[in-house]
């Protein structure tokens, strides 16, 4: 997603102009932007009379992780991985093409810091799952916590920054009694609206019931028959599952050990049984319902995940 037209206008803001003049002591006053590269350079009366030989910025994209072999030109210090979070689908295995990007650049040069932003957009980001970032769901807005990881004992400060800044000008913008609006103003994570179950639901006996395991949640799927019409419902399952060889199972660690049991599967295109069909003929109706917001936003980032954004709710 690097497009010229937005990274020619990068580093355009007057105070950025401003600040390189000012570290340049004089010699540099503007930025000139080729082919993923960002010069240092000097303008007078509109003409370009001076321009750093070597780039101060190189841009890279996850994708073309495997066109950029043997790109180290040793320089690098810092890396900044901007909008890591999406509420978009991620690239297949996107944590490894990241990790073969950095092998690409860093090499074995030790002392690179990296920076790794985003908007609170989702708390279930497959990168939090991949980096071992296990308290990040729990952690409080305002604080750093602080991993250690590997043999080497490499640092990962995670930060849930307050909320933005911004005054009463602009927040006035964003007053509206829109709990989606919630991320703009406050920080605090962006959660949609969905479909809650109907009232009485609960009291009925489901036809059917699954189970999906994702991101370390488990949302207990039921099919419910509502004046004549099948409903899906979904809600966390905080207990063991019972009878789990007899029962469906959405998971995505069925691999390792392999699992050949028919009912338990990692992708939703997958049907073997009649059960399955039903299951996901519900979900493209769109005849969804969840006990609550965040029960919906697992179940949509699970669909993300796992049908890269074919299904959704």
Not at 60 to 81: C, R, S
Not at 145 to 150: L, N, Q, R
Not at 264 to 273: G, V
Request: with cysteine; glycine share 6%.
């Amino acid at each position: 997603m690097l497009k010229p037209k937005n990274l020619e206008e990068l580093f355009s803001a007057p105070e950025h102009l401003q600040l390189i003049e000012e570290k340049t002591e004089g010699q540099y006053n503007s930025i000139f932007y080729r082919s993923n590269c960002f010069y240092l350079c000097c303008y007078q009366d509109g003409v370009k009379v001076a321009q750093d030989k070597k780039p101060f910025c190189r841009c890279y994209a996850i994708n073309t992780a495997e066109t950029t072999k043997g790109q180290d030109v040793g320089e690098i210090k810092y890396i900044f991985f901007d909008e890591f979070i999406t509420r978009q689908f991620y690239l297949a295995n996107e944590f490894i093409l990241f990790q073969n990007l950095l092998s690409s650049i860093v090499r074995h040069r030790a002392g690179i810091k990296i920076y790794m932003v985003a908007n609170t957009v989702s708390k279930y980001c497959p990168y939090f799952r991949e980096m071992g970032l296990t308290r990040v769901k729990d952690q409080k807005q305002g604080t750093i916590d602080v991993y250690t990881m590997g043999v080497n004992g490499t640092r990962i400060a995670v930060e849930y920054s307050d909320a933005p800044g911004g005054g009463d000008n602009v927040s006035s913008y964003f007053c509206f009694d829109n709990p989606e609006l919630d991320m703009i103003t406050s920080g605090s994570w962006e959660i949609a609206l969905y479909r809650h179950i109907p009232r009485g639901v609960g009291d009925l006996r489901p036809e059917l019931q699954f189970y999906i395991i994702f991101d370390g949640s488990t949302l207990r799927g039921a099919i419910y028959m509502i004046n004549d019409n099948p409903i899906l419902t979904f809600s966390r399952q905080y207990k063991e599952i019972k009878d789990p060889d007899d029962s469906i199972i959405y998971a995505d660690n069925l691999d390792d050990p392999p699992d050949t049991n028919p009912l338990h599967q990692t992708n939703p295109a997958i049907m073997p049984t009649r059960a399955h069909e039903v299951i996901i003929s519900l979900i493209k109706q769109h005849k969804t319902f969840f006990a609550d917001n965040e029960d919906g936003e697992i179940f949509a980032n699970w669909l993300k995940a796992t049908t890269k954004g074919g299904l959704k709710v």
